[in-house]
């Protein structure tokens, strides 16, 4: 028993141990076995390695612990955990998802498999602490990750491209977010958020610096989270990357970077009239632009780039009225829009990642004409998700639109809501012009359905969870209202 | 707002006390039953019925809910889900482009509404403080708050996008490209309806607020003349249907804003929801039978069936309102309505006698006028260029012949339910007398006229709905709403990166510029020291090596100039006595001098990209950023900075590791592990790097 009371002050860094490890076992089986090692095992291995960490996260909570290492580094707190596990289980699902993909695309399933695993690591990072070091190593680790993933496919210039447009863009924010930290350390001592709120109160301190080291921080998170006017690698990278590294950027990283916001914002409440009315604005454009961008693109990916910028100003309007107004909010608002969120684009992709073709990105509209004969799961998966995304009441979509719209009211954030309506109402139009694509059966279209890629046990278990959770969302409303008991 | 809405929610009840004896909801359920019988005739032998019946039984359901509906939030489920399948049933032709347009643009505008309304019962709610309509409506409110100025605004946005009142009626006439069953019962008997019927809701709320009784009152009244008014230049039997329709809703918008009203609004509602959809059946068969609903080609055809005409002029009569039909009671509650309201002011009444009689024009042009006549159809045969010739017949379902008439006669029968009440309201029953006739006799001078100069009205007609209200008014609109996204798309996001690079410089400019121009306490200190000669003349050097860098034509020449700007620095940092800041700047810049040149060597020569202008506008964008960056530095060196962790570390360094240099003693004593683990990462990025290195080195030796 002696060695489970060792073990214990370690047992909370299990989920991101696992994670680590796994992308260590990768290259070991890559470096044993060579390629010949199925795809399938690579993936499976991924999975299994993240399903770990999934159940380590689940049980580590109702353990009594005195001593805890390393507390201040890595201590998630229950919203942290769920989201933890949303982006758990949709990288998971991307997994499912990816291994013919992968195979059509001719990229090496061990590399892959073993960077996606360090990516996810970076994004718990960001996600798990309350220490801006540890964020920052967070959002390095994945952002170097998906630099190299996004140009993952040598052969394709676009990919390209966009691999080396996110490393310079991304590289010069990065500088701009460790500068941040540097100046909120030497103004605090510190590099613990919670610390820094408690400086911020007692007002013990040069405020000043601090506001310099806050518009940093900002402008660094800001451009993760694809912010106007930092979003503009969105599109490029998005049509570029590979799809199954597209959807993981709309989903796991997206969330990372909204929780590492919030904590952001939640630490530097008492300066709120620094960043409450430029970051207003921001959202306000990002939401109005974002979808007016998104109405005029030819390729769906590109327009899918905007929506995601679009929604995700609506999880920073959630974002903002939770922290605007923390006594009468609950946080489950967020976590139910971003699992929502994250689950429709994960289906939508995995749709999509049949569709493209062998050498290219590239998926203009008519490349989605025919879907219905080549897969009826499919297509009704796209429509769903295509509703769910649009907001139409009973679909999650609409569920977690009406959380945050009723949330931001409460607020008074009445720019915000009157903003979001309107990109709402704009939205409708592109993603009804993929629904009627998806179901146009046009004689003359010159796509057979032979350049799509095998459906597999995975493509109809992700379909089918990505529908369930849309539909089951506003019934089981309820329960999830107070999840993170506060 | 969620904790107010949700323990309370209970997913099945749905009506609360609306249910009880709702003459809506047994309308709805009738109308539903009529048009899927219909409906079944009339997609017989066509593949569309699998998929347009079932959703028409979810319409009405929905639409059955949204009149029995007590919850706010349910009733704005069920008003979405109606245009949602209204989308999918005006799409029914999906193949066509028309099709596919038309309901884009229904579900465009009805759900930008539905969002407004969506807010405003959210508003509603919360500051009335019950979200059940059955509360809500027996409370008063303080209307003078601007708040509820606000919810009003919201509320009507939704309901006049819904109903098609000016200036959204648009997408009505539009939405006619959807079979004979779907134009009968959706936009014509129920659908459409949804906004006024939501007005009657909320009358009791707000009638006595001047803002909800003014706009109503002028937009409803607009669109009946609008309505009115255009229906007469309509050729399209279904458009010209669908504008009597936008009239009439126009009408009882009119008289639904107040509770007095309620009586006149719900009996049009049924009046107008039995004969409208039973006129848009008949207009079905004509169409079936003829393969035509232009009034012109109808009125060249020779062989038109005695059922038809039977048919359509019992419907017209129905629609004029003939004494025991439903519209009788209708137009009589009406009457008495518009007398109370308006005070025996006989303006009023004049108005709504010459509306009366256009919309009787209207209805016999559509149901009776094609179908009656000998003169042009003799014209068509002696002279006839064009060729107009024998139709053959075609036959139809049963059941479609048998709606229409059931239709009717439930219009004369439901009049017992209607007429019940006619002698509690009535008031003055000379004056109905007198509308009656003059409404008449308008009629007919209204009637000579029009049939005198009826292809004139057509050519107009066809002009202003194809040129003005089509094109202008919504295609030019949405095409106008394109061409600036594609615009604001080209200049925001042209793919270049670094025009991206830009974007974040100036952006960073304006929030660190912002930020410093709003909260920096002191501008600039005074240096500590004297600043000596030889420094200056460092500096002096970097900001010329820095100015060679971007102006030099040679890449090499610019990398050693940036390699001469980092080695100023260096020297800097070793007159502000700080030797291993010195030591460390040195070794990296003149590693990344070697490895830029590396780098560089394979790339091509320079190209020209960026004209003057961008050079100059580049040039003063990086002045001004480093510009920022330096008041930034200069302005942040006057605050006071966290000195803890120094002055802990000064009173250690010498008693704890023996050492003068407290930089040296961190590094090598307090944070020795850090240090090796700094020295292994730097150790293995020089290996990678040395292996990239040799990578070229071979690929050289192969091609050499």
């Not at chain 2, 023996?658 to 961190?666: C, Q, S």
Request: proline residues 3%.
């Amino acid at each position: 028993m002696n060695i489970i009371n060792d073990f214990l002050p370690y047992l909370h860094l299990c989920p991101f141990v696992f994670v680590f490890l796994t992308g260590a076992c990768i290259l070991i089986l890559r470096m044993i076995y060579g390629n010949q090692l199925a795809m399938v095992s690579y993936a499976i291995t991924l999975a299994v390695g993240f399903i770990l960490s999934i159940i380590s996260l689940l049980f580590d909570q109702n353990i009594e612990k005195d001593y805890i290492y390393g507390e201040s580094l890595l201590n998630p707190g229950s919203f942290d955990k769920c989201i933890l596990f949303i982006m758990l289980f949709v990288t998971i699902l991307i997994t499912m998802s990816s291994y013919k993909y992968l195979e059509k695309k001719k990229i090496k399933a061990p590399e892959f498999y073993s960077l996606l695993s360090w990516a996810t690591l970076g994004a718990m990072l960001m996600v798990a602490s309350k220490n801006l070091l540890i964020i920052f190593l967070g959002v390095e680790v994945l952002s170097i990750s998906l630099y190299v993933l996004t140009s993952i496919t040598d052969y394709d210039a676009k990919s390209s491209e966009a691999g080396f447009k996110y490393l310079i863009m991304g590289g010069l924010m990065s500088a701009v977010l460790l500068y941040g930290v540097s100046f909120t350390y030497g103004f605090t001592g510190t590099f613990q958020l919670d610390t820094v709120k408690h400086i911020l109160v007692q007002e013990q301190y040069n405020i000043y610096g601090i506001k310099i080291g806050l518009i940093f921080l900002l402008t660094g998170l800001l451009f993760k989270s694809s912010v106007f006017p930092f979003h503009f690698w969105l599109p490029d990278v998005y049509q570029g990357a590979p799809m199954v590294i597209t959807s993981y950027l709309s989903t796991v990283s997206k969330t990372a970077a909204m929780s590492a916001v919030y904590k952001l914002l939640i630490t530097f409440m008492t300066l709120k009239d620094v960043w409450l009315w430029p970051f207003v604005f921001m959202i306000i454009f990002t939401m109005v632009l974002g979808s007016c961008m998104a109405f005029v693109q030819k390729d769906v990916k590109r327009m899918l780039a905007y929506s995601s910028m679009v929604n995700g100003g609506y999880m920073l309007t959630g974002i903002l009225s939770y922290v605007m107004n923390v006594q009468n909010i609950d946080q489950s608002t967020m976590l139910i829009f971003i699992a929502i969120y994250n689950l429709g684009s994960v289906g939508l992709y995995n749709v999509l990642s049949t569709l493209v073709k062998e050498k290219s990105e590239d998926l203009p509209y008519e490349q989605l004409h025919h879907l219905k004969q080549f897969s009826k799961l499919g297509w009704f998966t796209m429509v769903i998700v295509m509703f769910s995304f649009i907001g139409i009441p009973p679909l999650g979509g609409f569920v977690g639109k009406f959380l945050i719209l009723s949330d931001a009211i409460d607020s008074s954030l009445m720019p915000l809501v009157i903003a979001m309506i309107i990109s709402s109402a704009i939205s409708t139009i592109y993603y009804l012009k993929v629904v009627g694509h998806i179901s146009a059966e046009n004689q003359s279209a010159t796509i057979s359905n032979k350049v799509r890629s095998e459906k597999t046990v995975g493509y109809y278990f992700v379909n089918v969870v990505s529908i369930s959770a849309i539909v089951i969302a506003p019934f089981v409303l309820k329960y999830f209202l107070n999840i993170t008991g506060k | 707002m969620v904790q107010n809405i949700f323990p309370n929610f209970n997913y099945f009840d749905i009506t609360g006390p609306r249910i009880e004896n709702n003459p809506l909801f047994q309308f709805v359920l009738f109308i539903t039953a009529c048009t899927v019988i219909y409906g079944w005739g009339y997609f017989e032998n066509s593949s569309k019925r699998n998929y347009v019946l079932p959703l028409l039984i979810l319409f009405g359901l929905s639409m059955a809910g949204l009149v029995i509906a007590n919850h706010l939030l349910w009733l704005y489920f069920f008003w979405e889900c109606t245009s949602v399948f209204s989308y999918l049933l005006i799409g029914t032709y999906y193949e066509k482009k028309e099709s596919r347009e038309s309901s884009l643009q229904a579900l465009f505008i009805t759900g930008a509404g539905g969002l407004s309304l969506l807010l405003g019962l959210l508003l509603l709610g919360e500051h009335s403080g019950s979200y059940y309509l059955s509360e809500i409506q027996l409370q008063h409110f303080n209307l003078e708050e601007p708040i509820w100025s606000t919810i009003v605004v919201l509320l009507l946005f939704g309901i006049i996008t819904k109903s098609g009142l000016l200036p959204f009626q648009g997408w009505l006439p539009n939405a006619m490209v959807a079979p004979a069953p779907v134009s009968g019962f959706l936009h014509s008997a129920t659908l459409v309806k949804a906004g006024v019927i939501l007005i009657t809701f909320l009358a009791p709320v707000f009638q006595e607020m001047p803002l909800w009784e003014n706009s109503i009152l002028l937009l409803a009244g607009l669109t009946a003349w609008y309505g009115a008014f255009m229906a007469l230049l309509q050729n399209d039997l279904k458009k010209a249907l669908a504008y009597t329709t936008s009239a009439t809703i126009g009408l009882i918008g009119f008289a639904s804003w107040t509770e007095a009203g309620n009586l006149v609004a719900f009996s049009w509602i049924l009046a107008h929801g039995l004969y409208k959809s039973a006129s848009f059946y008949f207009v079905g068969i004509i169409e079936k039978k003829y393969e035509s609903r232009n009034i012109l080609k109808l009125r060249k055809l020779f062989s038109i069936e005695f059922f038809d005409k039977i048919i359509g002029f019992s419907l017209f009569f129905c629609c004029i309102g003939i004494p025991f039909t439903a519209s009788y009671y209708a137009k009589k509650h009406l009457v008495d309505f518009y007398l109370n309201l308006f005070q025996q002011n006989y303006y009023a009444f004049v108005l709504c006698t010459i509306w009366q009689s256009l919309m009787l024009i209207n209805y016999f042009r559509i149901l009776v006028f094609p179908y009656i006549g000998t003169r042009e159809r003799y014209q068509a045969m002696h002279e006839s260029a064009e060729g107009f010739q024998e139709k053959s017949v075609k036959t139809i379902s049963i059941w479609m012949k048998v709606i229409p008439v059931v239709l009717a006669i439930s219009s004369v029968l439901s009049t017992f339910k209607l007429s019940q009440r006619v002698t509690i309201h009535a008031s003055d029953v000379g004056i109905w007398e007198y509308f009656t006739v003059a409404v008449y006799g308008l009629f007919t001078l209204l009637f000579f006229m029009f049939y005198r100069y009826h292809h004139f009205v057509n050519a107009l007609g066809k002009k202003l709905y194809t040129e003005i209200l089509w094109k202008w008014c919504y295609k030019n609109k949405l095409r106008m709403i394109e061409k600036i996204a594609i615009m604001q798309t080209n200049i925001v996001q042209n793919g270049y990166l670094r025009y991206y690079l830009t974007m974040f410089v100036v952006a960073t400019i304006l929030l660190l510029g912002g930020s410093i121009y709003f909260y920096s306490e002191t501008f600039i200190r005074k240096p500590v020291t004297e600043i000596l000669i030889y420094e200056l003349i460092i500096v002096a050097m970097i900001i010329i090596a820095a100015f060679m860098s971007t102006i030099t034509r040679s890449r090499m020449a610019s990398i050693v100039s940036l390699g001469a700007v980092g080695m100023g620095c260096s020297v800097l940092y070793l007159f502000y006595s700080a030797p291993d800041l010195a030591m460390t700047q040195f070794l990296t810049d003149t590693l990344i001098v070697v490895v830029m040149a590396l780098l560089f060597y394979d790339l091509p020569r320079y190209s020209r990209l960026s004209s003057k202008t961008d050079k100059i506008r580049d040039g003063i964008i990086a002045c001004i950023f480093g510009g920022v960056i330096s008041i930034l530095v200069l302005s942040v060196t006057d605050a006071q900075i966290y000195t803890e962790v120094m002055d802990t570390m000064l009173k250690k360094t010498i008693p704890e590791a023996r050492g003068h240099n407290v930089v040296n003693v961190i590094l090598a004593d307090f944070r020795a592990i850090d240090t090796l683990g700094e020295i292994s990462v730097l150790t293995t990025a020089a290996i990678g790097m040395y292996g990239l290195l040799r990578i070229r080195t071979k690929k050289g030796g192969d091609e050499s």
